[in-house]
T-cell receptor, first 116, second 116 residues
Framework: AQTVTQSQPEMSVQEAETVTLSCTYD???????LFWYKQPPSRQMILVIR??????QNATENRFSVNFQKAAKSFSLKISDSQLGDAAMYFC?????????????FGTGTLLAVQP | GAVVSQHPSWVICKSGTSVKIECRSL??????MFWYRQFPKQSLMLMAT?????????EQGVEKDKFLINHASLTLSTLTVTSAHPEDSSFYIC????????????FGQGTRLTVV
């Protein structure tokens, strides 16, 4: 079974600085997707970024980028120029590429605080 | 973009009663919907996968007779918590997939259930 581990329960960053959130996963599959979701205080889950395992190039979305190391099974999220609105719980998630259901498997989350 | 709406956003019910939560895909047809439960400061736990026109697939440890899921149309899935007890108090989130197994899933805003 696949597992997702986020070893940082809480992180803090100064506004305008850069922060990196860690995520590791375990799988025997070769084809899969990895995601970072943001859950602000409103509790609405928002997709931040997505990475296909078959792509070597790291995904980027504006101030958000990932460092995907497939061999190491590592998938970290870098937030550049942090803003107050980035404060939220961040979840790393895994999804198989094959199969009929392809459910998301979430990590335990990292609570990010942004200091003004 | 794809919008998933959950109703109600919050509900308080008496112990022993049943409560129904609706999950609607507003601008797309969702053949598959997922129901999650989230305890405070914890991750999302998948309860069941709901496919339109067929029985839901429940995760191990989830009581199917207590958490009734119905996916009667391509835009609506419902979760009914039957004979609710205080320990059922939680945050329930649904997500709906836009298309096939490898397409994106979008989340509803969640429902906070409090059983008194």
């Amino acid at each position: 079974a696949q597992t997702v581990t986020q070893s940082q329960p809480e992180m803090s960053v100064q506004e305008a600085e850069t922060v990196t959130l860690s995520c590791t996963y375990d799988t025997s599959e070769s084809d899969y997707y990895l995601f970072w979701y943001k859950q602000p205080p409103s509790r609405q889950m928002i997709l931040v970024i997505r990475q296909e395992a078959y792509k070597q190039q790291n995904a980027t979305e504006n101030r958000f980028s990932v460092n995907f190391q497939k061999a190491a099974k590592s998938f970290s999220l870098k937030i550049s120029d942090s803003q107050l609105g980035d404060a939220a719980m961040y979840f790393c998630a895994y999804r198989s590429a094959g199969g009929a259901t392809n459910k998301l498997i979430f990590g335990t989350g990292t609570l990010l605080a942004v200091q003004p | 973009g794809a919008v998933v709406s959950q109703h109600p956003s919050w509900v308080i019910c008496k112990s022993g009663t049943s409560v129904k939560i609706e999950c609607r895909s507003l601008d797309f047809q969702a053949t598959t919907m997922f129901w999650y439960r989230q305890f405070p400061k914890q991750s999302l736990m998948l309860m069941a996968t709901s496919n339109e026109g067929s029985k839901a697939t429940y995760e191990q440890g989830v009581e199917k007779d207590k958490f009734l899921i119905n996916h009667a149309s391509l835009t609506l899935s419902t979760l009914t918590v039957t004979s609710a007890h205080p320990e059922d108090s939680s945050f329930y989130i649904c997500s709906a997939r836009v298309g096939g197994a490898n397409t994106e899933a979008f989340f509803g805003q969640g429902t906070r259930l409090t059983v008194v």
